[in-house]
């Protein structure tokens, strides 16, 4: 009898580990896809004056966070939500402002994602808003920089 219970609870444990890395492996897969260019495994996003920060725009507060929801597929919980990727890696996103209404801070952010998973090179993300994005955070107004919202399509 003491077999068979300690097997189950081996059995359980072992499955929920599965699932787990199932969960990380396709949550990994699914950030990759969204953040990275395929071609040349690079951040998909326009390159700031500081190295390691990239930039994105968005219209509106409520595209930022429907965009970092898909990214880690789930709600934005709080100022802060960190994500374990298990061996994949991590991320975590801050949410710069609490609300759909609110403006974004004063450096013009909405969300920032802090990116580091396997295979690629970890970088931050800033989603601004293009109308209050000033020099202070790398945005100068020149160069390529795509909007969120064409990705949540």
Excluded: W
């Amino acid at each position: 009898m003491i077999t068979a219970i300690l097997a189950v609870t081996l059995f359980s444990c072992s499955n929920n580990e599965d699932v787990e890395n199932t969960s990380a492996k396709a949550l990994y897969e699914n950030v990759v896809t969204i953040m990275y260019n395929a071609d040349n495994k690079l951040p998909a996003f326009a390159q700031t004056e500081t190295d390691g920060v990239y930039i994105a725009v968005a219209e509106k507060v409520n595209v930022a966070v429907k965009f970092a929801e898909k990214v880690i597929n789930k709600k934005l919980d709080g100022l802060t939500t960190d994500v374990n990727l298990n061996e994949y890696g991590t991320l975590k996103v801050i949410n710069k402002i609490y609300d759909s209404e609110k403006e974004p801070d004063s450096e013009g952010v909405y969300i920032q994602l802090i990116v580091n998973v396997k295979d690629y090179i970890p970088y931050t993300l800033l989603i601004i808003d293009k109308e209050r994005a000033n020099n202070d955070n790398g945005y100068t107004g020149t160069g390529i920089v795509i909007d969120v919202a064409e990705l949540l399509d």
